[in-house]
């Protein structure tokens, strides 16, 4: 019997590369039982595995990936510069923040690749909100790069995430990846493969929070910078009312919010100030309200941080107050909502809206 099932169940021991490649060949297959593959990714998801065993579940699709191409490009070298901000889902539902944060940031001259997917806790994950904005994903790299070359911004469609998500979505059914999919989504902003300089990445969950830091520091040598970020309010974005916790994987946390920053202070708001549209609002509407400058005062304050922490990232700005005054001024001049428009107009260079697909099959990355 194949032995990644019960090790998963027991957690007594880390589940080894071999284990992992054997159960994506059978799942390639066929060989694998529809009941095993919901089994393993409830395993998975009831309780996150060590970080050793998810850095052997990373690395096996890894060496799927470069054991030879299977319908898809290559991926490039490197995209110098460039930051994803993506959270790992999980903890209270607020609006889209570093959907907003990354259009934001890209005014401020950061050149932004992000990734993301459909909602899991929230109504609206950022898939969702792109296609309501109408804002195309890119379907290939090559849109990716272009999308930087236009407007220093691309969101990346499902062709960044491994194809054996989509094997095991359609595995599972009728279940499916948002009802017993959780360490997909946990997983999702190590998932994607995006040759990204550094990723900005909230994780809500305490347990997810601890595996993922070892896991970051295990994979440090990807070439990657990974900021990991969270708070005692379990929202997976820097909160402009709340004192939050950078976690780089180069130095010291980092304590970031009213108590530490002159411009946030005193802490104003809540989490109601947070929450995604009211009834009967658009959610679309709502998130351009906010790009226009126009909401609740602490959410635009979360959004300019969150764009300020990708500015200070990438090395856009020097440190966080200047950062900070610059996506506040940013998004008061409503540079961000301009920037939706440009990716509106933009779709009529791309053949039907080019969605750019969605292998994880409706798992949501929040954001």
């Not at 595996?211 to 990657?224: D, E, W």
């Not at 005692?232 to 974005?237: M, S």
């Not at 609002?281 to 351009?288: D, K, N, Q």
């Amino acid at each position: 019997m194949p032995d990644l099932l019960p090790a998963l169940i027991a957690g007594d021991r880390p589940v080894p590369v071999r284990a992992w490649s054997d159960f994506w060949d059978r799942l390639h297959t066929g060989a694998t039982p529809n009941a095993e593959a919901l089994a393993v990714l409830t395993a998975l998801s009831t309780r996150l595995p060590d970080a050793a065993t998810l850095d052997a579940l990373l690395v096996s699709l890894d060496e799927r990936r470069a054991s030879g191409p299977r319908g898809g490009e290559a991926v490039p070298a490197a995209w110098p510069g460039t930051v994803n901000l993506v959270g790992t889902g999980g903890g209270p539902p607020t609006v889209n923040l570093s959907t907003a944060a990354a259009l934001l940031a890209a005014t401020l001259g950061v050149r932004i690749v992000k990734t993301g997917s459909r909602g899991q806790t929230s109504r609206t994950g950022s898939v969702d909100i792109l296609e309501r904005l109408g804002i195309p994903l890119a379907s290939s790299y090559a849109q990716c790069e272009d999308g930087l070359g236009r407007h220093g911004i691309a969101f990346a469609g499902g062709f960044v995430y491994p194809v054996e998500l989509t094997t095991l979505a359609r595995r599972i059914l009728p279940y499916g990846l948002k009802q017993v999919g959780g360490a997909v989504n946990t997983l999702g902003p190590l998932l994607a493969r995006v040759p990204v300089a550094a990723q900005l990445t909230g994780v809500a969950e305490p347990r997810a929070r601890t595996v993922l830091t070892g896991l970051v520091a295990r994979r440090a040598a990807a070439g990657r910078r990974v900021w990991l970020l969270h708070n005692d309010l379990g929202v997976d974005e820097l909160v402009s009312f709340a004192d939050n916790v950078v976690r780089p994987d180069d130095g010291p946390p980092l304590r970031i919010g009213p108590h530490t920053l002159r411009a946030l202070s005193p802490a104003e708001g809540t989490l109601a100030d947070l929450a995604p549209a009211p009834d009967g609002v658009p959610p679309e509407t709502y998130l351009r309200e906010l790009l226009a400058g126009r909401g609740p005062r602490a959410a635009l304050r979360s959004i300019s941080l969150n764009a300020a922490a990708a500015a200070v990232l990438s090395g856009a700005r020097p440190d966080w107050p200047t950062a900070l005054a610059a996506a506040e001024d940013a998004l008061t001049d409503g540079a961000a909502l301009r920037l939706v428009e440009r990716l509106r107009a933009d779709r009529t260079h791309r053949p039907n809206g080019a969605r750019g697909g969605d292998r994880t099959a409706g798992a949501g990355v929040h954001g």
